[in-house]
């Protein structure tokens, strides 16, 4: 799940974009609207009712003056799916087994600023060799300032035919690009979420590893 949070003018029906923000109160929006989700996701909620539950929630809350994006992935081991909700006007980038790169890029709004916002759904197979990566707009305006912006979908494309790449890789070279394209210096906050499914492996263990930064 991902998310980034902005600030709609004081009447959000005649605004067509949001300014972004960062910092504590940004980052409590976020916090607030993925625990709204994945609280509806516990309750067995699907992934479309639970973005439209946190849009109506952020909304009440902020009385429509706050937007968010938000991205939920969902695996269906049940219906062996990959279920991919979507509000964002970033893509999501889907490289299959065969090393295709799809670009899930529909028009899609932030939740927030009016009720009954949707998301965009997305189901695809469960199969092994799948990626997905999914990232808020720090990543893709990486490099905006220097007139570089950064084009993700092609470096996913790049690093996933230079051979066989597995998400933390993914996510640390396209952290390292972003970077090098604002110097060292990122202008905005960067969230990215990268899915890979594999192959169990033959001896049935398996293995969950968490990492929490403190700081």
Known sequence: MAAKVGRSPANPTKAQTAVSASGKA????????ARKAISELAEGIRDGAAARAANDYLYTYRAGKVSATLNIISVDLISKTLVLSRNSHCPIVVVNEEGHVEVLAEPSESIGVRRGAKPQITELPLSAGTTV????DGLSAAGARKGTPFDVPAAVSDLCHAGNVGAEPLAQALFRRALDLD???????????????VDRPSDGVRHLSLRLPLG
């Open 183 to 197: 110097q060292g210096r990122p202008q905005d906050d960067i969230s990215v979420v990268i899915l890979s499914v």
């Open 26 to 33: 940004a980052k409590a929006i976020s916090n607030l609207v």
């Open 133 to 136: 990566v999914v990232y808020t």
